[in-house]
């Protein structure tokens, strides 16, 4: 296995010619025009397919202008409909009763354990 010394010298041995006038890569990105390709270039300048942001609020407004108002029928019908009745509700609370309301009443209670315990 090569030593620390030994990847250090292998990698500066690699990459001693990077961004230099030796790296032909780096090179050929120097030369390179500035100029977007096409592609780029006629997306950046094409006109917006999708509406703008103002053009859909404005739809919306238009659309929903008289929602919930007098001119809103199916919101009316819903206002003059007769009220609901209250829903009927039994007595929600155990049989009980007294100071034992929130207790648990399991027979697992201490004064019934012993009954379980065997001796």
């Known amino acids: 296995m090569a030593s620390t010394n030994d990847v250090v010298q292998n990698y500066q041995s690699m990459f001693a010619y990077r961004y230099t006038t030796e790296d032909k890569e780096y090179q050929k ?3 390179s025009s500035a100029n977007p390709p096409p592609i780029i270039e ?3 300048n094409r ?3 999708a509406p703008s942001v ?3 609020l ?3 407004e238009n659309k929903f202008a008289h ?3 007098s001119e809103d029928e199916e919101y009316q019908k819903y206002v003059q409909r007769p009220a609901d009745p209250p829903p009927l509700l039994e007595d929600w609370r ?3 009763g007294g100071n034992r309301r929130y207790r648990d009443r399991a027979p697992y209670s ?3 354990l012993s009954q379980y315990i065997c001796t």
């Open 29 to 31: 990105y120097l030369q």
């Open 42 to 44: 006629d997306w950046m």
């Open 47 to 49: 006109e917006p397919s």
């Open 54 to 56: 103002s053009e859909i």
């Open 58 to 60: 404005q739809k919306y």
């Open 67 to 69: 929602r919930f108002t």
């Open 94 to 96: 155990n049989r009980s």
């Open 110 to 112: 201490p004064k019934h």
